[in-house]
């Protein structure tokens, strides 16, 4: 009779754990980030080589503190990709990280069918946004926009453990 509860005990543990760990990575740390109204899409300016804020509605964002690569925004708009791509930097290989299913605007599967089939281009952003992290932003044909961040090359060699080397900027003190 005690090995059965003792074994009722551990397998009942180990579902309460599951279900916290299944909310904690879905839901528990994202929260949802309010429009300013007027900074909330930039890209960065061929010209400058800073970022730009560009017209942009019905915009939604999510975030975490947990990561500096969970934040995930969609928006619409009437901009025209001919005009993007003459003013603002393209981004090499963007692929978009998965957002969780319960922010249903943004589906990086078709998002990255998109920028492949070249229905959607992909822009910078914000370089550097946090070390080693930038600001990726895709635009469809139609004026969907949607924004997620990506570690750049300074960033993959500073999480993986590698050596950053002289073409990196210096780690900011504290991280």
């Known amino acids: 009779m005690n090995g059965k509860i003792i074994a009722g005990f551990i397998v009942l543990s180990g579902l309460v754990a599951g279900a916290a760990l299944y909310y904690l990575q879905v839901y528990g740390y994202y929260s949802r980030v309010e429009a300013t109204g007027n900074a909330d899409v930039t890209l960065v300016s061929l010209a400058t ?3 730009e804020p560009i017209l942009y509605d019905s915009f939604q964002a999510i975030d975490a503190t947990s990561s500096p690569i969970r934040y995930r925004a969609c928006f619409t708009t009437t901009s025209s990709l001919a005009m993007l791509t003459e003013t603002y930097e393209l981004a090499e290989e963007a692929t ?11 589906d990086a ?4 069918g998109a920028l492949e089939q070249g229905r959607a281009l992909a822009f910078i ?6 070390y080693g992290v930038d600001r990726i932003v895709a635009i ?18 500073a999480y993986d453990g590698t050596v950053v080397g002289e073409d990196c900027p210096p780690r900011p003190t504290g991280q």
Not at 96 to 106: I, L, S, T, V
Not at 109 to 112: A, H, M, R, T, V
Not at 125 to 130: L, M
């Open 140 to 157: 469809t044909e139609d004026g969907r926009g949607y924004v997620w961040h990506d570690l750049n090359h300074c960033g993959e060699k």
């Open 49 to 51: 080589g800073e970022p």
């Open 96 to 106: 978009p990280r998965n957002a969780p299913g319960w922010f249903d605007c943004f």
């Open 109 to 112: 599967e078709e998002i990255g």
């Open 125 to 130: 952003g914000g370089k550097n946004v946090e």
